[in-house]
């Protein structure tokens, strides 16, 4: 057997020719005549009209500014009450024992600071270091005798 010999196993056909006259008749497969028939002209498409329609943003909203003003920082809240259920009188309150408690996640902490609110009560004495405090929560600490650094 050699190259020349080799035939395929169907005729090759070439594709038919429209637009030339012949038995496909005038419109020759483009549809009637207008818009649809002429070359190089397009339809308006549907998704813009779908676009259109849609109602258009008015304003920003109020929370803005968490996405626009990165300055303004987020703290990772915890309450006098959670201080009072985990820690016992004379502990101290600092961002590892807060993690070794629980209370925080060691990949949150990291990316934001800790900042201890006023929301109930305490009494017991806590030695607070390294953490920011709300006014409230600062005087319920002095007021039960513990102590902030």
């Known amino acids: 057997m050699q190259l ?6 169907t005729a090759r056909r070439a594709g038919k020719h429209i637009g030339r006259g012949g038995k496909r008749g005038t419109y020759s497969g483009r549809g009637g005549k207008g818009q ?14 779908i676009i259109k329609k ?30 009072e259920s985990k820690f016992s009188s004379g502990e101290s309150v600092t961002v590892e024992t807060l993690n070794a408690k629980g209370l925080i996640k060691k990949s949150r902490s990291a990316r934001l600071p800790i900042k201890i609110l ?21 005087e319920a600490i002095l007021h039960a005798g513990g102590t902030v650094k």
């Not at 020349?4 to 196993?9: Q, Y």
């Open 36 to 49: 649809t028939a002429r070359s190089n002209t397009h339809m308006r498409p549907e998704m813009r009209d």
């Open 118 to 138: 006023g929301m109930g009560a305490l009494s017991k004495k806590l030695s607070v270091s390294g953490v920011s405090l709300s006014k409230g929560a600062k």
């Open 4 to 9: 020349n010999k080799l035939k395929p196993a």
């Open 54 to 83: 849609i109602p258009k943003r008015r304003g920003y909203g109020k929370n803005r500014a968490r996405t626009v003003n990165d300055s303004r920082r987020e703290s990772l809240p915890i309450t006098l009450k959670l201080l």
